[in-house]
T-cell receptor, first 114, second 113 residues
């Protein structure tokens, strides 16, 4: 089974702190994604990556950056956390050939910024 | 751009009741359509999909039919169980869209005994 592991299930940070959210997948997938999930807004794409060292902006990249130094790992970075970044963050991956349409999700990281 | 609209929740049903969660989409061309489910404390997982008009996706007693004429992909189940309580997301993927999905806002389903 594909496993997508997010390093922290729950985090509490203070405004202005730098925050790292880590995601690792074990199925050699080329594509990786970061979404945030908010009530009433569903899932919104922050960034995605098609390969090592490649990254593309999603729909809401402001205030975020990403890093993909290894194929299996995709990190989301909040350079200076703000209260409006309090949310659930979901990582997902897919193989390069997206014929099944199936995204494989991690369990999520719930971030609270005080 | 592409968008997906689904009915707001929460939807509360008694066990064995019939379920419908409405989903409509707007897209250029003919996207693939999906339903994902998120059980409490878990990530999303694919429930079913349809890739062309009139296709019916089905899984775990759930069904959804790709209706091009009404741009809809409504989720149905004939008899829900308490274990079906979850949040359901409708999603679309444009052909040639680079593996990106557009999600609806999600509908929370609560099934009571």
């Amino acid at each position: 089974d594909v496993k997508v592991t997010q390093s922290s299930r729950y985090l509490v940070k203070r405004t202005g702190e730098k925050v790292f959210l880590e995601c690792v997948q074990d199925m050699d997938h080329e594509n990786m994604f970061w979404y945030r999930q908010d009530p009433g807004l569903g899932l919104r794409l922050i960034y995605f990556s098609y390969d090592v060292k490649m990254k593309e902006k999603g729909d809401i990249p402001e205030g975020y950056s990403v890093s993909r130094e290894k194929k299996e790992r995709f990190s989301l970075i909040l350079e200076s956390a703000s209260t409006n970044q309090t949310s659930m963050y979901l990582c997902a991956s897919t193989p390069r050939v997206f014929d099944t349409g199936e995204l494989f999700f991690g369990e999520g990281s719930r971030l609270t910024v005080l | 751009g592409d968008s997906v609209t689904q009915m707001e929740g929460p939807v509360t049903l008694s066990e064995e009741a019939f379920l419908t969660i409405n989903c409509t989409y707007t897209a250029t061309g003919y996207p693939s359509l999906f339903w994902y489910v998120q059980y409490p404390g878990e990530g999303l997982q694919l429930l079913l999909k349809a890739t062309k008009a009139d296709d019916k996706g089905s899984n775990k007693g759930f069904e959804a039919t790709y209706r091009k004429e009404t741009t809809s992909f409504h989720l149905e189940k004939g008899s829900v169980q308490v274990s079906d309580s979850a949040v359901y997301f409708c999603a679309s993927a444009a052909r040639g869209g680079g593996n990106k999905l557009t999600f609806g806002t999600g509908t929370q389903l609560k099934v009571e005994l």
